[in-house]
Protein backbone atom coordinates (compact mmCIF):
# COMPACT_ATOMS: atom_id res chain seq x y z
CA UNK A 1 0.00 0.00 0.00
CA UNK A 2 2.79 2.06 0.53
CA UNK A 3 4.00 1.59 -2.74
CA UNK A 4 0.92 2.26 -4.09
CA UNK A 5 1.40 5.97 -2.42
CA UNK A 6 4.44 6.54 -3.52
CA UNK A 7 3.36 6.08 -6.80
CA UNK A 8 0.24 7.80 -7.04
CA UNK A 9 -1.62 5.73 -9.66
CA UNK A 10 -4.93 5.64 -7.36
CA UNK A 11 -6.78 3.85 -10.24
CA UNK A 12 -6.05 1.37 -13.04
CA UNK A 13 -2.55 0.98 -11.13
CA UNK A 14 -0.66 -2.20 -11.62
CA UNK A 15 -1.99 -3.78 -8.47
CA UNK A 16 -5.09 -3.87 -10.16
CA UNK A 17 -4.09 -6.40 -13.04
CA UNK A 18 -1.37 -8.31 -10.61
CA UNK A 19 -4.44 -9.04 -8.56
CA UNK A 20 -6.54 -9.90 -11.45
CA UNK A 21 -3.92 -12.75 -12.62
CA UNK A 22 -3.33 -13.55 -9.49
CA UNK A 23 -7.39 -14.24 -8.54
CA UNK A 24 -7.47 -15.61 -12.12
CA UNK A 25 -4.98 -17.99 -11.47
CA UNK A 26 -6.37 -19.36 -8.43
CA UNK A 27 -9.69 -20.09 -9.94
CA UNK A 28 -8.44 -22.58 -12.69
CA UNK A 29 -7.37 -19.91 -15.39
CA UNK A 30 -10.46 -17.81 -15.33
CA UNK A 31 -10.50 -14.06 -16.87
CA UNK A 32 -11.31 -11.26 -13.64
CA UNK A 33 -12.29 -8.29 -14.45
CA UNK A 34 -12.19 -6.15 -11.50
CA UNK A 35 -14.96 -3.39 -10.72
CA UNK A 36 -15.83 -1.40 -7.76
CA UNK A 37 -18.64 -3.45 -6.02
CA UNK A 38 -20.33 -7.24 -5.89
CA UNK A 39 -23.59 -5.03 -7.11
CA UNK A 40 -21.71 -3.47 -9.94
CA UNK A 41 -20.05 -7.07 -10.82
CA UNK A 42 -24.17 -8.20 -11.36
CA UNK A 43 -25.01 -5.30 -13.56
CA UNK A 44 -22.12 -5.17 -15.82
CA UNK A 45 -22.93 -8.83 -15.97
CA UNK A 46 -26.31 -8.34 -17.10
CA UNK A 47 -25.15 -5.69 -19.41
CA UNK A 48 -22.77 -7.99 -21.21
CA UNK A 49 -25.87 -9.91 -22.25
CA UNK A 50 -27.44 -7.58 -24.28
CA UNK A 51 -31.23 -8.39 -23.14
CA UNK A 52 -34.27 -6.78 -24.90
CA UNK A 53 -35.79 -4.56 -22.13
CA UNK A 54 -38.24 -6.30 -20.22
CA UNK A 55 -36.47 -9.56 -20.62
CA UNK A 56 -36.83 -11.64 -17.46
CA UNK A 57 -34.40 -13.05 -15.12
CA UNK A 58 -34.72 -15.56 -12.95
CA UNK A 59 -33.53 -15.34 -8.95
CA UNK A 60 -33.90 -17.07 -5.85
CA UNK A 61 -36.43 -15.87 -3.60
CA UNK A 62 -33.90 -16.10 -0.48
CA UNK A 63 -30.69 -14.10 -1.62
CA UNK A 64 -29.60 -10.91 -0.87
CA UNK A 65 -31.26 -8.01 -2.41
CA UNK A 66 -28.37 -6.66 -4.65
CA UNK A 67 -29.31 -10.29 -6.53
CA UNK A 68 -32.28 -8.86 -8.18
CA UNK A 69 -31.44 -4.79 -7.91
CA UNK A 70 -29.20 -4.70 -10.89
CA UNK A 71 -31.85 -6.87 -13.08
CA UNK A 72 -34.75 -4.04 -11.89
CA UNK A 73 -32.22 -1.34 -12.62
CA UNK A 74 -31.21 -2.28 -15.91
CA UNK A 75 -34.98 -2.87 -16.41
CA UNK A 76 -35.05 -5.84 -16.72
CA UNK A 77 -37.85 -7.91 -14.90
CA UNK A 78 -36.33 -9.92 -11.93
CA UNK A 79 -38.87 -13.44 -11.55
CA UNK A 80 -38.32 -15.42 -8.04
CA UNK A 81 -37.73 -19.08 -8.26
CA UNK A 82 -37.95 -20.78 -4.64
CA UNK A 83 -35.08 -22.56 -2.96
CA UNK A 84 -34.30 -25.73 -1.57
CA UNK A 85 -35.12 -26.02 2.45
CA UNK A 86 -32.10 -28.05 2.85
CA UNK A 87 -28.81 -26.05 1.08
CA UNK A 88 -31.17 -22.64 0.74
CA UNK A 89 -29.93 -22.42 -2.70
CA UNK A 90 -32.03 -22.38 -5.99
CA UNK A 91 -34.49 -25.40 -6.42
CA UNK A 92 -33.74 -26.25 -10.31
CA UNK A 93 -37.50 -27.61 -10.85
CA UNK A 94 -38.61 -23.73 -9.53
CA UNK A 95 -36.02 -22.61 -12.15
CA UNK A 96 -37.46 -24.90 -14.78
CA UNK A 97 -41.07 -24.25 -13.87
CA UNK A 98 -40.25 -20.38 -14.19
CA UNK A 99 -38.51 -20.34 -17.05
CA UNK A 100 -40.63 -18.60 -20.47
CA UNK A 101 -39.57 -17.41 -24.18
CA UNK A 102 -38.81 -14.38 -22.35
CA UNK A 103 -36.29 -15.42 -20.04
CA UNK A 104 -32.50 -14.08 -20.68
CA UNK A 105 -30.84 -15.52 -17.38
CA UNK A 106 -30.44 -17.24 -14.65
CA UNK A 107 -28.98 -15.68 -11.32
CA UNK A 108 -27.56 -18.68 -9.06
CA UNK A 109 -26.25 -17.58 -5.87
CA UNK A 110 -23.96 -19.76 -3.91
CA UNK A 111 -25.56 -18.92 -0.53
CA UNK A 112 -23.17 -18.82 2.57
CA UNK A 113 -20.19 -20.25 0.58
CA UNK A 114 -21.62 -23.86 -0.79
CA UNK A 115 -22.59 -23.83 -4.93
CA UNK A 116 -26.00 -24.08 -6.38
CA UNK A 117 -26.87 -27.05 -8.36
CA UNK A 118 -24.83 -26.26 -10.96
CA UNK A 119 -25.05 -29.56 -12.84
CA UNK A 120 -28.64 -29.03 -12.49
CA UNK A 121 -29.14 -25.54 -13.71
CA UNK A 122 -25.84 -25.19 -16.31
CA UNK A 123 -27.88 -28.49 -18.28
CA UNK A 124 -31.34 -26.21 -18.01
CA UNK A 125 -30.05 -23.00 -18.76
CA UNK A 126 -27.67 -24.76 -22.04
CA UNK A 127 -30.90 -26.41 -22.77
CA UNK A 128 -33.06 -23.20 -23.01
CA UNK A 129 -30.55 -20.71 -24.88
CA UNK A 130 -30.33 -18.36 -21.55
CA UNK A 131 -27.18 -17.37 -19.65
CA UNK A 132 -26.36 -18.60 -16.72
CA UNK A 133 -24.66 -16.08 -13.95
CA UNK A 134 -23.18 -17.34 -10.82
CA UNK A 135 -23.27 -14.56 -8.14
CA UNK A 136 -20.47 -15.90 -6.21
CA UNK A 137 -19.98 -13.00 -3.86
CA UNK A 138 -20.43 -15.46 -0.86
CA UNK A 139 -18.47 -18.90 -2.27
CA UNK A 140 -15.39 -17.61 -3.99
CA UNK A 141 -12.72 -20.36 -3.20
CA UNK A 142 -15.92 -23.36 -3.49
CA UNK A 143 -15.57 -25.82 -5.77
CA UNK A 144 -18.46 -28.26 -7.85
CA UNK A 145 -17.57 -31.54 -9.28
CA UNK A 146 -19.77 -32.52 -11.86
CA UNK A 147 -21.49 -35.88 -12.54
CA UNK A 148 -18.43 -36.65 -15.54
CA UNK A 149 -16.02 -36.21 -12.49
CA UNK A 150 -15.04 -32.62 -13.58
CA UNK A 151 -14.23 -29.81 -11.06
CA UNK A 152 -15.05 -26.50 -11.28
CA UNK A 153 -14.72 -23.25 -9.56
CA UNK A 154 -17.68 -21.60 -8.07
CA UNK A 155 -18.45 -18.47 -10.50
CA UNK A 156 -16.36 -20.34 -13.35
CA UNK A 157 -18.62 -22.17 -14.58
CA UNK A 158 -21.47 -19.87 -15.72
CA UNK A 159 -21.52 -17.11 -18.80
CA UNK A 160 -20.03 -14.75 -16.45
CA UNK A 161 -19.53 -15.60 -12.64
CA UNK A 162 -19.53 -12.57 -9.92
CA UNK A 163 -17.89 -12.01 -6.72
CA UNK A 164 -17.59 -9.18 -4.32
CA UNK A 165 -14.23 -7.61 -2.06
CA UNK A 166 -17.07 -6.22 1.01
CA UNK A 167 -15.00 -6.58 4.24
CA UNK A 168 -16.96 -9.57 5.67
CA UNK A 169 -16.92 -11.62 2.42
CA UNK A 170 -14.65 -14.62 2.70
CA UNK A 171 -11.68 -12.59 0.91
CA UNK A 172 -12.67 -8.64 2.17
CA UNK A 173 -10.86 -5.61 1.24
CA UNK A 174 -10.78 -2.40 3.28
CA UNK A 175 -13.70 -1.18 1.26
CA UNK A 176 -16.18 -1.78 -1.69
CA UNK A 177 -14.44 -4.25 -4.15
CA UNK A 178 -15.91 -6.46 -6.45
CA UNK A 179 -15.23 -8.85 -9.85
CA UNK A 180 -16.31 -10.70 -12.80
CA UNK A 181 -14.92 -13.86 -13.40
CA UNK A 182 -15.46 -16.08 -17.30
CA UNK A 183 -13.81 -18.46 -18.91
CA UNK A 184 -14.85 -16.49 -22.95
CA UNK A 185 -11.81 -14.17 -23.31
CA UNK A 186 -13.93 -11.80 -25.80
CA UNK A 187 -16.19 -11.29 -23.03
CA UNK A 188 -13.96 -10.40 -20.34
CA UNK A 189 -12.58 -7.36 -23.15
CA UNK A 190 -16.33 -6.48 -22.82
CA UNK A 191 -16.67 -6.55 -19.37
CA UNK A 192 -13.64 -4.74 -18.73
CA UNK A 193 -14.82 -1.89 -21.31
CA UNK A 194 -18.19 -1.89 -19.55
CA UNK A 195 -16.81 -1.34 -16.50
CA UNK A 196 -14.41 1.49 -17.51
CA UNK A 197 -17.17 4.29 -19.24
CA UNK A 198 -17.31 1.70 -22.52
CA UNK A 199 -14.49 3.22 -24.13
CA UNK A 200 -12.26 0.92 -26.02
CA UNK A 201 -9.27 3.64 -25.57
CA UNK A 202 -9.34 6.90 -23.65
CA UNK A 203 -12.72 9.11 -24.67
CA UNK A 204 -13.57 6.72 -27.27
CA UNK A 205 -16.66 5.24 -26.05
CA UNK A 206 -18.63 2.33 -27.66
CA UNK A 207 -21.15 1.33 -25.17
CA UNK A 208 -22.69 3.00 -22.45
CA UNK A 209 -21.07 1.96 -19.69
CA UNK A 210 -20.11 2.49 -16.14
CA UNK A 211 -17.43 3.83 -13.74
CA UNK A 212 -16.61 0.86 -12.14
CA UNK A 213 -13.50 -0.27 -11.06
CA UNK A 214 -10.76 -1.68 -8.27
CA UNK A 215 -9.20 1.04 -6.73
CA UNK A 216 -5.48 0.10 -6.53
CA UNK A 217 -4.71 0.48 -2.81
CA UNK A 218 -7.88 -1.93 -2.46
CA UNK A 219 -6.04 -4.14 -4.71
CA UNK A 220 -3.31 -3.79 -3.43
CA UNK A 221 -4.83 -5.30 -0.27
CA UNK A 222 -6.54 -7.82 -1.86
CA UNK A 223 -3.02 -8.93 -3.49
CA UNK A 224 -1.87 -9.78 0.40
CA UNK A 225 -5.17 -11.36 1.07
CA UNK A 226 -5.63 -13.91 -1.52
CA UNK A 227 -2.11 -15.01 -0.39
CA UNK A 228 -4.07 -15.96 2.95
CA UNK A 229 -7.51 -17.10 1.32
CA UNK A 230 -6.96 -21.14 1.55
CA UNK A 231 -5.75 -21.04 5.09
CA UNK A 232 -8.64 -18.89 5.96
CA UNK A 233 -10.82 -20.89 4.37
CA UNK A 234 -9.84 -24.16 5.71
CA UNK A 235 -10.10 -22.16 9.44
CA UNK A 236 -13.40 -21.22 8.76
CA UNK A 237 -13.98 -25.04 7.60
CA UNK A 238 -12.53 -26.38 10.69
CA UNK A 239 -14.75 -23.74 13.39
CA UNK A 240 -17.94 -25.68 11.10
CA UNK A 241 -16.91 -29.31 11.93
CA UNK A 242 -16.68 -27.92 15.54
CA UNK A 243 -19.74 -26.56 15.41
CA UNK A 244 -20.87 -29.52 13.67
CA UNK A 245 -19.60 -31.79 16.38
CA UNK A 246 -21.35 -29.82 18.97
CA UNK A 247 -24.52 -29.03 17.40
CA UNK A 248 -25.27 -32.04 15.34
CA UNK A 249 -27.61 -34.23 17.91
CA UNK A 250 -29.44 -31.04 19.56
CA UNK A 251 -32.74 -31.28 19.21
CA UNK A 252 -35.15 -28.19 17.87
CA UNK A 253 -32.19 -27.42 15.38
CA UNK A 254 -30.37 -28.29 11.70
CA UNK A 255 -27.00 -28.01 11.42
CA UNK A 256 -26.18 -26.08 7.56
CA UNK A 257 -26.81 -29.41 5.00
CA UNK A 258 -24.07 -30.33 2.62
CA UNK A 259 -24.33 -31.01 -0.77
CA UNK A 260 -21.64 -34.06 -1.59
CA UNK A 261 -20.54 -32.54 -4.42
CA UNK A 262 -19.74 -28.81 -3.58
CA UNK A 263 -16.90 -28.00 -1.06
CA UNK A 264 -18.14 -25.35 0.88
CA UNK A 265 -16.29 -22.23 2.49
CA UNK A 266 -18.83 -21.16 5.31
CA UNK A 267 -19.23 -17.49 4.40
CA UNK A 268 -22.03 -18.28 6.97
CA UNK A 269 -22.70 -20.97 9.49
CA UNK A 270 -26.45 -20.95 9.41
CA UNK A 271 -29.08 -23.09 11.67
CA UNK A 272 -32.11 -24.08 10.38
CA UNK A 273 -34.61 -23.61 14.04
CA UNK A 274 -37.37 -26.63 13.79
CA UNK A 275 -39.57 -23.95 15.97
CA UNK A 276 -38.87 -20.55 14.75
CA UNK A 277 -40.97 -19.07 17.59
CA UNK A 278 -37.61 -19.92 19.44
CA UNK A 279 -35.75 -17.94 17.56
CA UNK A 280 -35.70 -14.60 18.76
CA UNK A 281 -35.30 -16.05 22.51
CA UNK A 282 -32.26 -18.09 21.14
CA UNK A 283 -30.97 -15.05 19.95
CA UNK A 284 -31.65 -13.16 22.99
CA UNK A 285 -30.47 -15.63 25.32
CA UNK A 286 -26.91 -16.40 23.07
CA UNK A 287 -26.57 -12.28 23.16
CA UNK A 288 -26.92 -11.66 27.20
CA UNK A 289 -23.62 -14.89 27.51
CA UNK A 290 -21.68 -12.12 24.66
CA UNK A 291 -22.98 -14.42 21.42
CA UNK A 292 -23.87 -12.56 18.62
CA UNK A 293 -26.16 -14.17 15.93
CA UNK A 294 -27.35 -12.53 12.88
CA UNK A 295 -30.32 -13.50 10.75
CA UNK A 296 -29.65 -13.47 7.01
CA UNK A 297 -32.31 -13.01 5.64
CA UNK A 298 -35.31 -11.97 8.19
CA UNK A 299 -37.52 -10.86 4.78
CA UNK A 300 -37.70 -12.71 1.22
CA UNK A 301 -37.56 -10.63 -1.70
CA UNK A 302 -40.89 -10.95 -2.26
CA UNK A 303 -41.93 -9.17 1.37
CA UNK A 304 -39.54 -6.22 0.29
CA UNK A 305 -41.76 -2.76 -0.77
CA UNK A 306 -39.02 -2.15 -3.61
CA UNK A 307 -40.55 -5.21 -4.94
CA UNK A 308 -44.13 -5.20 -4.49
CA UNK A 309 -44.90 -4.13 -8.33
CA UNK A 310 -43.46 -7.70 -8.80
CA UNK A 311 -46.96 -8.96 -7.69
CA UNK A 312 -45.71 -11.58 -5.49
CA UNK A 313 -47.67 -12.48 -2.58
CA UNK A 314 -47.26 -14.13 0.55
CA UNK A 315 -47.35 -17.91 0.32
CA UNK A 316 -45.87 -17.65 -3.48
CA UNK A 317 -42.41 -18.82 -1.99
CA UNK A 318 -42.87 -21.16 0.81
CA UNK A 319 -39.80 -22.43 1.39
CA UNK A 320 -37.97 -18.87 1.30
CA UNK A 321 -40.52 -17.95 3.45
CA UNK A 322 -40.14 -20.45 5.74
CA UNK A 323 -36.37 -20.12 5.92
CA UNK A 324 -36.60 -16.20 6.41
CA UNK A 325 -38.53 -17.39 9.51
CA UNK A 326 -36.23 -19.85 10.98
CA UNK A 327 -32.69 -19.70 9.80
CA UNK A 328 -29.90 -18.56 12.51
CA UNK A 329 -26.61 -17.58 11.47
CA UNK A 330 -23.46 -18.43 14.11
CA UNK A 331 -20.60 -16.23 14.58
CA UNK A 332 -17.49 -17.36 12.16
CA UNK A 333 -14.84 -16.23 10.80
CA UNK A 334 -10.90 -17.74 10.40
CA UNK A 335 -9.94 -16.28 13.80
CA UNK A 336 -12.28 -18.02 16.19
CA UNK A 337 -10.21 -19.66 18.84
CA UNK A 338 -11.72 -23.63 19.33
CA UNK A 339 -12.13 -21.94 23.16
CA UNK A 340 -14.94 -19.73 21.47
CA UNK A 341 -16.34 -22.13 19.14
CA UNK A 342 -17.39 -24.88 22.28
CA UNK A 343 -18.82 -21.65 24.19
CA UNK A 344 -21.09 -20.61 21.34
CA UNK A 345 -21.76 -24.40 20.70
CA UNK A 346 -22.49 -24.69 24.35
CA UNK A 347 -24.71 -21.44 24.63
CA UNK A 348 -26.22 -22.97 22.19
CA UNK A 349 -26.99 -26.26 23.74
CA UNK A 350 -27.71 -25.32 26.86
CA UNK A 351 -30.90 -23.21 25.60
CA UNK A 352 -31.83 -26.32 24.12
CA UNK A 353 -31.36 -28.27 27.49
CA UNK A 354 -33.24 -25.40 29.21
CA UNK A 355 -30.01 -26.20 31.36
CA UNK A 356 -29.34 -22.63 31.07
CA UNK A 357 -28.74 -21.69 34.44
CA UNK A 358 -25.46 -23.69 34.96
CA UNK A 359 -24.32 -21.78 31.17
CA UNK A 360 -21.53 -18.98 32.46
CA UNK A 361 -21.92 -15.47 31.74
CA UNK A 362 -19.26 -14.65 29.05
CA UNK A 363 -16.15 -16.35 28.00
C1 LIG B 1 -22.50 -9.08 -0.71
C2 LIG B 1 -23.36 -9.64 -1.76
C3 LIG B 1 -23.63 -8.94 -2.96
C4 LIG B 1 -23.22 -7.51 -3.18
O1 LIG B 1 -21.90 -7.22 -3.03
P1 LIG B 1 -21.45 -5.69 -2.71
O2 LIG B 1 -19.98 -5.72 -2.93
O3 LIG B 1 -21.85 -5.41 -1.32
O4 LIG B 1 -22.15 -4.80 -3.70
C5 LIG B 1 -24.38 -9.56 -3.93
N1 LIG B 1 -24.87 -10.80 -3.75
C6 LIG B 1 -24.66 -11.50 -2.62
C7 LIG B 1 -25.23 -12.87 -2.50
C8 LIG B 1 -23.92 -10.94 -1.58
O5 LIG B 1 -23.73 -11.64 -0.46
Do not use: W
Not at 203 to 209: C, D, E, L, S, T
Not at 282 to 310: C, K, N, S
Request: net charge neutral.
Amino acid sequence: MQAVLDEAAFIQGPAVGLFAEELGQYLGGAHVVPCANGTDALTLALMSLDLPAGAEVIVPAFTYIATLEAAALLGLRPVLADVLPDTFNLDPAAVAAALTPRTGAVVAVHLFGQCADLEALAALCQQHGVALIEDNAQALGATFRFADGRVAHAGAVGTVGTTSFFPSKNLGCLGDGGALLCADPARAALLRQLANHGQSRKYHHQRIGLNSRLDTLQAAALRLKLQQLPANQAARQAVAARYDVALAQVPGLAVPARDPRSTHVFHQYTLTLVEPARRAALREFLAHHGIPTMIYYPLPVHAQPAYAYLGYRVGNFPVAEQLCAAVLSLPIHPLLTAEQVAFVGEGVQAFFAQSSRSFPKKI
